[in-house]
Structures are given as structure tokens and as C-alpha cells.
T-cell receptor, first 113, second 114 residues
Framework: NAGVTQTPKFRILKIGQSMTLQCTQD?????MYWYRQDPGMGLKLIYY???????DKGEVPNGYNVSRSTTEDFPLRLELAAPSQTSVYFC????????????FGSGTQLSVL | GQQLNQSPQSMFIQEGEDVSMNCTSS?????WLWYKQEPGEGPVLLIA?????ELTSNGRLTAQFGITRKDSFLNISASIPSDVGIYFC??????????????FGKGTKLSVIP
């Protein structure tokens, strides 16, 4: 059982560079999410998707873009990396429904220098 | 937006001691979840609570859904070194358009002294 898989595990970017954080899940979950985690700040929702072709902004979407062309994949795109985007990024997924549990990937640690 | 206050922010305890942490909210939630995060890993679900007043155990862990639906607590009994990590509470509420979103607390960092 792979669950939620994120790549890469670590990445260092220069200011202004772009990159895509990959996320895939094999549990046939409808909902997928991207969070960022800053020290002592908990988890902030960046974007989420309730199904293929449907995405919506979370609490901190600026500087990011997402797409959901398949049920399995939910990549997060940084177009012009800024130091403020240095963080640990987590992808998560769950089934549709009131009481469904959220499962997380192991994270991508990103540094923008 | 919804906010969660999780306390304490950090704890240093002796192995074998009991631990208690809690979360309070300004809003009502219909689900409370407790997660544990170890270094370099994503949060892992420990306990899920679905009804006001519900008390649920998972081994040495016990969590309760407050009757006001605005708070929850997590207790760990007889702590051991592998309990070290960051514990997050999360409340789930309806966010409109058929969607339910989680709001996370800022975490309680637990250190266990052998």
C-alpha cells in the first residue's frame, strides 16, 4: 500500500526559479490537498481539489498553482520561487464525505535561496 | 476563518508520566482528529472523534470530543521515548459548496526524557 506519495523529498531553488511538487495517491480518494508547514505554525491549506478537473484556493494560495487532470495526481506548481516559500509541503487525500479521514504524504522540504 | 488554539506549545516530561494536551476553537466542529508527526514524516492519524462527548482510546492514548463541540483533549498515559513528536489537533467543519475542511492547531511538541 503506497498511500500518498510525494516527490521530491528535498529541493533547493534559487529565487525566481520554478518547479513542480508531485503528489499521487493510489487509494482512489476524491479529495486532495496541499498544505505548507512552517515552524511553530501548524499546517496551512494552499489548494485543494474535490475531484478531477476541480480545484479551489485554500488559505494561502498566492504564488502557487495546481491542476487535477486525474483522480490520482495533484501537482503543485511554483512559478517564481521566493524565500517566503521556504517550507515543508504536504500533500494529503481523503474520500468524499463528512467523517472521512485525511491521509498525508511524507512531505517535500523546499528551500528558496 | 476558524481558528484553533492548541496548548501547551511544548512539553518536556519524564518517561512514565502521563501527558495531557488540548485544543479549543471559536467555532463548532463536527469532527475532531488528532495526528502525530515524527521528524521528516507527514502527520499520521491517531484518533478520530465524531460525536460530542465521545471518548475514544487507542492503546495508551485517549481523546475526547468536548460536549460544546468547540474543544477536544488528548491524553497519553505512561509515556515512553517513542511518544516523542509533534501532536496536532484538527477540527473539521462545513466550509460551503458541499465541502468539508480541516483546521489545524499549531501543534504540541512532546519530548520524553528517559
Amino acid at each position: 500500500n503506497a498511500g500518498v506519495t510525494q516527490t521530491p523529498k528535498f529541493r533547493i531553488l534559487k529565487i525566481g526559479q520554478s518547479m513542480t511538487l508531485q503528489c499521487t495517491q493510489d487509494m482512489n480518494h476524491n479529495y486532495m490537498y496541499w498544505y505548507r508547514q512552517d515552524p511553530g505554525m501548524g499546517l496551512k491549506l494552499i489548494y485543494y481539489s474535490v475531484g478531477a478537473g476541480i480545484t479551489d484556493k485554500g488559505e494561502v494560495p498566492n504564488g502557487y498553482n495546481v491542476s487535477r487532470s486525474t483522480t490520482e495526481d495533484f501537482p503543485l506548481r511554483l512559478e517564481l520561487a521566493a524565500p517566503s516559500q521556504t517550507s515543508v509541503y504536504f500533500c494529503a487525500s481523503r474520500y468524499r464525505g463528512l467523517n472521512e479521514k485525511l491521509f498525508f504524504g511524507s512531505g517535500t522540504q523546499l528551500s528558496v535561496l | 476563518g476558524q481558528q484553533l488554539n492548541q496548548s501547551p506549545q511544548s512539553m518536556f516530561i519524564q518517561e512514565g508520566e502521563d501527558v495531557s494536551m488540548n485544543c479549543t476553537s471559536s467555532s463548532i466542529f463536527n469532527t475532531w482528529l488528532w495526528y502525530k508527526q515524527e521528524p521528516g514524516e507527514g502527520p499520521v492519524l491517531l484518533i478520530a472523534l465524531y460525536k460530542a462527548g465521545e471518548l475514544t482510546s487507542n492503546g495508551r492514548l485517549t481523546a475526547q470530543f468536548g460536549i460544546t463541540r468547540k474543544d477536544s483533549f488528548l491524553n497519553i498515559s505512561a509515556s515512553i521515548p517513542s511518544d516523542v513528536g509533534i501532536y496536532f489537533c484538527a477540527g473539521q467543519g462545513y466550509s460551503g459548496a458541499g465541502s468539508y475542511q480541516l483546521t489545524f492547531g499549531k501543534g504540541t511538541k512532546l519530548s520524553v526524557i528517559p
